[in-house]
C-alpha cells in the first residue's frame, strides 16, 4: 500500500501562481509514473501532467506553457506549479501513483481560482 499526499492548494487570482507538492511513500518512489489529475465542477476527472520515472512529462493542451511538473526523488515528491492560472483552472487537484500493477490515490487538494 502506497499512502499519497497532497498539499499546496489554495486561493489565487487569475494570472497567479500556485505550487502543488505530493509525497508518496513508498520506497521504490522513483520507478513509479506520478500524474496529476484534476476535476473540476460537474466535470469528469482529466489528467493534466505526467512524469515518468526517467522524467518524461506530458501535458494537457490546456495546460501547456503554464504548468510544470517535477519530481525529486530523495524527498519522494513530485511537484505541479501551475503559473498564469485562469477561472477554468478552479479543480479538486489529485496525485497518483502508477506501479506496475497498482495505481494509488491521494485525497486531493483543492484550487480556487478567483478575482
Known amino acids: 500500500q502506497v499512502h499519497v499526499v497532497e498539499s499546496g492548494g489554495g486561493l489565487a487570482q487569475p494570472g497567479g501562481s500556485l505550487r502543488l507538492s505530493c509525497v508518496a511513500s513508498?520506497?521504490?518512489?522513483?520507478?513509479?509514473?506520478m500524474a496529476w489529475y484534476r476535476q473540476g465542477p460537474g466535470k469528469q476527472r482529466q489528467r493534466v501532467a505526467e512524469?515518468?520515472?526517467?522524467?518524461?512529462?506530458t501535458y494537457t493542451d490546456s495546460v501547456k506553457g503554464r504548468f510544470t511538473i517535477s519530481r525529486d526523488n530523495a524527498k519522494n515528491t513530485v511537484y505541479l506549479q501551475m503559473n498564469n492560472l485562469k477561472p477554468e483552472d478552479t479543480a479538486v487537484y489529485y496525485c497518483?501513483?502508477?506501479?506496475?500493477?497498482?495505481?494509488?490515490w491521494g485525497q486531493g487538494t483543492q484550487v480556487i481560482v478567483s478575482s
Open positions: 497518483s501513483a502508477q506501479g506496475n500493477i497498482f495505481t494509488y
Open positions: 513508498t520506497a521504490s518512489f522513483n520507478s513509479y509514473t
Open positions: 512524469i515518468t520515472s526517467l522524467s518524461t512529462t
